[in-house]
Nanobody
């Protein structure tokens, strides 16, 4: 499985960005996918998840601002981020696994992308 993120960048507070994660490999290992982020001095944090049934989950700090979606034909995961805040500044990672139990736990995920930097000022 290979995951490649893109779409990061620098934006002013209140702005928007859309991250993409192109996935390749066994579909069975791409059923449950999520976005995590890591900012300096903090542990990797679960941002959003879409599970094998298509249900979506969000961290409390991004609810109502971020939207996760998945294009099954293109095998691409997206994260639309609106109303960005300086505290959203982090490296954002795409992750996948066959089955999620605790979506926000990084230990659930077997495969990770290299990350894309998001900076909000």
């Amino acid at each position: 499985v290979q995951l490649v993120e893109s779409g990061g960048g620098s934006v002013q507070a209140g702005g928007s960005l859309k991250l993409s994660c192109v996935a390749s490999g066994s579909r069975n290992r791409l059923l449950c996918m999520g976005w995590f982020r890591r900012s300096p001095g903090r542990d990797r944090e679960g941002v959003a998840n879409i599970d094998e049934e298509g249900r979506t989950y969000y961290g409390d700090s991004v609810k109502g601002r971020f939207t996760i979606s998945k294009d099954h034909v293109q095998n691409t995961l997206y994260l639309r981020m609106n109303s960005l805040k300086p505290e959203d500044t982090a490296i954002y990672y795409c992750a996948s696994t066959a089955l999620c139990t605790i979506w926000y736990s990084r230990y659930e995920y077997a495969y990770w992308g290299q990350g894309t930097q998001v900076t909000v000022s």
